[in-house]
């Protein structure tokens, strides 16, 4: 029989102990370092803009002069993009998601796929860009217009919004299929009425996500050629437009420093549609997630 050297116990706890803590408070140390420079990012952001939030702002075009330049072409442009990405994205990326996931057999080729798939969600941006450079605005002669920009755009996050679909519809479980088509209803009738309503509040998180990060995304936009100055806004996806990164990038690069007062106003315009579009993911998930 081994005797237990309670000594030898108490001081391998109090080890495990004190390694926890130090662990615990370092991980507390990293979680406020961040959230401190973050917040320090915005309240600089708020006091060189806050000065320069007003209806004019919102309502003129870009100008020559920082006293008289405005935001509202970037945040139509903005909004037709959002047009063209929004749902090419979506019906493509769900589209998908489903047939991997309900209809594709189970095989190395379709595991060799999503793979593939979760590795474009983190191609960096400048090389849809580039893809979106030679693909549409060359090949198919679409110029630095608004459906070259959005179907880049919507490549970008497809494999963003696939992934997150296929966790939403995984999160369903197989005992509900089974009950549905037990109850004499076709695979479509199961995917149609069981599994995506299920799974929308996850799917929908997903699209929300993704479009936030196509709105705030530059790189893909400056190699195409997007405009930084234009005293129009577009009439069709065939025209050319502005971008709220894109009008930001072309302030702060300015020599002017009033100018970067002005980029200022316009990160705070595009940081309240963001945490408005990302308020609405949570909202979403919360909201209608059912529990199984």
Do not use: H
Not at 33 to 52: A, E, K, N
Not at 220 to 246: E, H, K, N, R, W
Request: net charge positive; hydrophobic share 55%; charged share 15%.
């Amino acid at each position: 029989m081994t005797l237990i050297d309670k000594d030898i116990i108490a001081k391998k706890r109090n080890g495990r102990q004190s390694k926890n803590t130090i662990l615990k408070w370092l991980f507390f140390l990293c979680t406020m370092f961040g959230l401190i420079v973050l917040i320090m990012l915005i309240v600089d952001t708020l006091m060189d803009g806050w000065s320069r939030l007003n209806l004019d702002f919102l309502t003129s075009f870009n100008s020559s002069r920082a006293e008289q330049a405005g935001f509202f072409g970037a945040i139509i442009g903005s909004l037709w993009l959002m047009l063209v990405t929004a749902p090419v994205a979506i019906i493509l990326s769900i589209g998908t998601a489903l047939y991997l996931e309900e209809y594709a057999p189970k095989n190395k080729f379709t595991e060799f796929i999503k793979i593939n798939i979760s590795n474009l969600a983190g191609v960096p941006s400048v090389v849809f860009g580039l893809l979106g450079l030679a693909m549409f605005a060359r090949a198919l002669q679409l110029g630095n217009s608004v459906l070259a920009a959005g179907l880049t755009l919507a490549l970008m996050i497809l494999p963003v919004i696939v992934v997150a679909s296929q966790e939403a519809i995984r999160t369903v479980p197989a005992s509900v299929r089974e009950a549905s088509i037990g109850m004499g209803a076709t695979k479509w009738q199961t995917v149609s009425r069981i599994i995506l309503p299920a799974a929308i509040p996850g799917i929908v998180t997903g699209v929300i996500l993704a479009l936030s990060r196509a709105l705030g995304e530059t790189a893909p936009l400056v190699v195409i050629g997007v405009p930084t100055t234009l005293l129009v806004t577009p009439s069709s996806v065939l025209d050319s437009f502005q971008a709220m990164p894109m009008q930001i990038y072309s302030w702060v690069k300015m020599p002017n420093e009033e100018f970067q007062y002005v980029a200022a106003a316009g990160i705070i315009v595009m940081l309240v549609v963001l945490l408005l579009m990302n308020s609405a993911a949570i909202f979403i998930r919360n909201k209608f997630s059912k529990r199984y």
